[in-house]
């Protein structure tokens, strides 16, 4: 089992969160998972917790599409935020698009966090490949 | 004594003869002589008496010693002509008669010289002689021979340059019917005939343009013609001249014929051709251009310049180029131009100015040549505007895969997910709840795929046509099907539409787009007021512009923009967002060839302009 003290899930499909969380509860244990229906949501949340000094999670797991504020949207916002220490983001979409891919690419390439991209379904044995502090 | 007498009286006979003679002795001296004699040769001694006679004509001719010499043998000489030049130098010519002198035995006893002063005949028969040369070198060079038809004798003679042109021998006698039978048969034949007749029984004279064929065979063009002579009222015959004007007939008619053909081909070119002067004002036109300017008679553009033609703009740009072309003696070739006559109607040429060079090297006007490619243009265009709409809806059509694709996969990744935790699951509560979850899955694909239908019916669906609709009326139908929903939001609409516009539109495609704009406009309203929505037209160009202005919380356009019609996309936290609304609206517009252009302040409100085409 591996320790993680804080966990984001991004997404507005509920299914997905359902089942990240069952797949997390089998490879990690966790303090803290909070989810938020959108990058909105997650980021106002992060800024909060930075002027509050308190802690970021570790593990974010991200999806693309979503109302308001989209992955791709949050990541810009997130990168930009001066955040010293690397922070692991799993992107997690149902997307084959190779836009996205070159996208991922680009942002993974601008900042000092790790991030990768994953296509649902997330199957059990690679979940704790990318549950791990980065 | 008597002797004495006899030679004093014969002398003074001698002397007073009329003609100029002389009689010489044996010895070949003067012994008489007449004073015409002495007159006529102006000797310098007038004292010629005793005088041999080759001391007085000292250059005479070798010839004429021989002849003296044989008179005093009994023999007659023929007449001789002599040159002698005078004492002023000028040449003078004598016809010489040398008879021996008999005494009244039979006895030569001298010669006796007749001369006569033939100076004048022989000039005349000179000049006589040179103007037959001449004569016969003109009438060679200018190929004119002459003819006489004697009537009386029945005979007609040719000049050699008449042999010459009839192409006979020159010893070839013709007579009247021969010649006339020269003649082409047909009209050349018939003319002449009655030509000859006219003039030989009427007196009247002739000049006719005939062909005749020679004696090789050659058909030649010639001028025939005829004047009677009379004398004293007795016709005595024609006489006349027959000029050969084959070259010129036929350069004349190759001339014709080249300009025929070059009118015939510049006319029926598919190809406005027309020729300007210095002052561009038209001097020549073909038939494409006189069909392309509406008038059926050239001369009705000749003289006018570009100005009296077409649009001043259109014709200032036209002058600027000939100007161009004529000062600079370089042609434009091939250039595309813009044409807007005076009615308005606008042409696309292929336009070429060409320099007409004059011998001075300087321009005197210039040649246009151009080619109507309207159509062609026109073909481009409807081209370009299909390749526009191709690339749009594969454009459309890639996006589209792309939605279905990635709206199918996340469910299908849901089921497999679901299904896996299913499997492996023991706990009945849990295994009950992730049931619960893939009916949810179901759901949610099932709506997907219904939503997607919809998409693709609107864009597949060529059997709906579009109508003359009456705007107002559409409205007024949504808006009574929304009653409830506007009357529980408080909202008020404000409709500006004119009661007569009718556009043109798929019915139910407007119903669709009204219902979804208007519930748009109301479920995003600006909660602190309550919801305004006013519907205006206007129009631009061949769109008629329905505009849908709301005063909701308005969007974010540089955040959202390039979203708002997406599928699937949704910007506000609203409970009924589904993000298919304005995705549908969008593919309905477009699939009656019009477009939507947004305005939006956030806080402020939205105003949607939907492009209605009124083309089919």
Redesign the interface.
């Known amino acids: 089992m591996i320790r993680i003290s804080a966990i984001y899930i991004i997404d507005d ?4 969160v ?2 990240i969380k ?1 797949l997390l509860s089998t490879v990690a244990e966790c303090d803290e998972i909070t989810t938020y229906a ?1 990058g909105k949501l997650a980021i106002d949340q992060i800024k909060a917790t930075l002027e509050n000094k308190k802690s970021l999670p570790e593990v974010i797991f991200l999806d693309i ?1 979503m ?2 504020m989209d992955g791709w949207q949050f990541l810009e916002a997130f990168i930009s935020l001066a955040i010293p220490q690397k922070i692991r983001i799993n992107i997690v979409t ?4 190779a836009v996205d891919r070159d996208k991922w690419k680009w942002y993974k390439s601008k900042t000092h966090h790790t991030i990768t991209f994953n ?6 044995e690679g979940i704790s490949e990318i549950t791990k502090v980065a | 004594m008597l002797k004495g007498t006899q030679t004093g009286t014969n002398n003074y006979l001698v002397k007073q003869l009329p003609i100029a003679t002389a009689f010489l002795n044996r010895k070949l001296e003067v012994v008489h002589a007449s004073d015409k004699w002495i007159e006529y040769f102006n000797f310098p001694d007038r004292d010629v008496f005793g005088k041999k006679i080759f001391t007085l004509f000292k250059d005479s001719h070798k010839n004429w010693q021989k002849v003296l010499n044989d008179c005093l043998k009994g023999k007659a000489s023929v007449n001789g002509a002599e040159r002698f030049m005078d004492s002023e130098q000028k040449d003078r010519w004598f016809e010489w008669t040398n008879v021996p002198w008999h005494d009244e035995k039979e006895n030569v006893i001298g010669v006796i010289l007749q001369t006569e002063d033939i100076t004048d005949k022989v000039n005349n028969e000179l000049n006589l002689e040179k103007q037959h040369l001449l004569f016969n070198d003109k009438s060679e060079i200018a190929k004119i021979g002459s003819w006489n038809l004697d009537f009386i004798n029945q005979e007609l003679t040719w000049c050699t340059t008449s042999k010459r042109i009839h192409e006979v021998s020159l010893d070839f006698e013709p007579n009247i019917d021969t010649a006339i039978d020269f003649y082409k048969q047909g009209y050349s034949r018939n003319t002449i005939s009655m030509a000859v007749e006219r003039a030989m029984v009427e007196g009247v004279p002739f000049s006719e343009k005939l062909q005749l064929v020679t004696a090789k065979g050659n058909e030649k063009w010639v001028i025939a013609s005829g004047k009677p002579i009379f004398k004293h009222g007795i016709f005595l015959g024609l006489m006349g001249t027959i000029q050969d004007i084959s070259e010129e007939v036929l350069a004349d008619i190759k001339t014709k014929e080249n300009e025929l053909l070059l009118k015939t081909l510049i006319d029926n070119l598919p190809l406005n051709v027309f020729i300007k002067d210095l002052d561009s004002k038209k001097v020549l036109v073909n038939k494409s251009e006189c069909d392309y300017l509406g008038v059926k008679n050239a001369n009705e553009l000749l003289g006018k310049n570009d100005f009296d033609l077409y649009d001043k703009k259109i014709a200032q740009i036209s002058r600027d180029e000939d100007l161009q072309v004529i000062n600079s003696l370089k042609p434009i070739l091939g250039k595309e131009t813009r044409c807007v006559k005076k009615d308005g109607t606008v042409t696309t040429f292929l336009t070429s100015k060409i320099p007409l060079i004059g011998d001075d090297k300087t321009a005197n006007g210039l040649i246009g040549i151009s080619l109507d490619i309207s159509t062609l243009k026109q073909k481009e265009e409807e081209l370009r505007d299909l390749i526009n709409v191709t690339s749009l809806q594969n454009k459309k059509l890639i996006n589209f895969a ?1 939605i279905v ?2 709206n199918l ?2 469910h299908s ?2 089921f ?3 299904l ?2 299913l499997i492996n699951e023991q706990n009945g509560e849990e295994r009950e709840n992730i049931t619960k ?1 893939l009916v ?2 179901s759901d949610n694909l099932l709506e997907t795929l219904e939503n997607l239908n919809e998409v693709v019916a609107i864009n597949t669906n060529t059997n709906l046509n579009k109508k003359p609709t009456a705007l107002k009326e559409t409205v007024a139908k949504v808006v009574l099907n929304l009653a409830g929903f506007l009357k529980n939001n408080n909202a008020k609409i404000i409709d500006e539409i004119s009661d007569d516009l009718v556009i043109n539109v798929i019915p139910a495609y407007l119903e669709s787009i009204l219902m979804n704009f208007i519930t748009n406009a109301v479920k995003y309203k600006e909660p602190s007021r309550n919801p305004r929505i006013t519907l205006g037209t206007a129009k631009s160009g061949k769109y008629t512009v329905l505009s849908i202005k709301d005063n909701g919380m308005g969007i974010d356009l540089k955040k959202y923009g390039d979203k708002l019609f997406g599928m ?6 609203h409970k009924d ?1 589904r ?1 298919i609304g304005l995705y549908i609206t969008k593919n309905q517009i477009e699939a009656m060839q019009g477009k939507i252009v947004t305005q939006s302040k956030v806080g402020i409100g939205t105003t949607f302009n939907i492009y209605f085409n009124d083309k089919n």
């Open positions: 499909d509920p299914i997905t359902f089942g069952k959108n599409n109302p308001i149902s997307s084959i698009d296509n649902k379904p997330i199957k059990k | 792309h694709s990635h996969r996340s990744a849901n497999s997910m679901l896996d935790f979850m949810e899955a699937y996309k949704t910007f506000h936290n967002a993000g």
